[in-house]
């Protein structure tokens, strides 16, 4: 737990897909109706296909449209399917209709009456407005790669964000689904951190952990 002489934040910074976006329900859905992948391959066909991404991501800054576009194609040439280009696509697109988890809009909207509230994400501006239709708050801050032109888990990426909020890393906290690197990436420059429990394994990082957004001013309350 938190000591509890520490304060509260002023401000609360999430991961959005994964942490406020049921990512997995998104990607797998996204891949059947792209691809129509057989079922027996679907678990290892989409591991592979966040392996590369991952990858494409600790290169020179590609703008994060294309990273998703080229790891869904070589994911699939991978394990031996074509990969038409309105596949590709429709891919994309499909990001808009991924959903948030059932506990994130009610919490949200209780934080915003007593936080600043930002989004610090692994994805382009265009991405990250037409998921924010699904999110019932108006956030202070939003803070993309396409800003950052660098992904976490670079240290940089909370550095600006940090800049751009005008806040110590006393200030704020970080709520992350479980990418033990964007977790030690945050806390290597000083930010709060907190593991919410989505089911992906956390590792050795020590940190506080949750298991629904309900639970998060506890930690300091």
Known sequence: MLPPALPAPRWLSFDCYGTLIDWESGVRRSFREAARI??????????????ILRSKMQG?????????????RESLEHFGYRCAAHAMETFLNSVANWEPFPDVNPALIRLAQRYRLAIVSNVDR???????????????????????????PSPEVFRYTLGKLNCTPQEIVYVAFGSEADLEAAASVGV????????????????????NLDELTSLWN
């Not at 709060?192 to 298991?211: H, M, W």
Request: aromatic fraction near 10%; avoid cysteine.
């Open 38 to 51: 057989r079922s027996d391959e679907e678990q290892d066909l989409i591991r592979t296909w966040e392996r």
């Open 60 to 72: 020179p800054y590609t703008p994060y449209a294309r990273i998703l576009q080229d790891s869904f």
């Open 192 to 211: 709060r951190v907190v593991y919410l429990d989505r089911g992906a394994p956390l590792g050795e990082t020590k940190v506080d952990a949750i298991r």
């Open 126 to 152: 265009d991405i990250l407005g037409r998921t924010l239709r699904h999110l019932q708050v108006r956030f202070d801050a939003l803070i993309t790669a396409e800003d950052t032109r660098q992904y976490n």
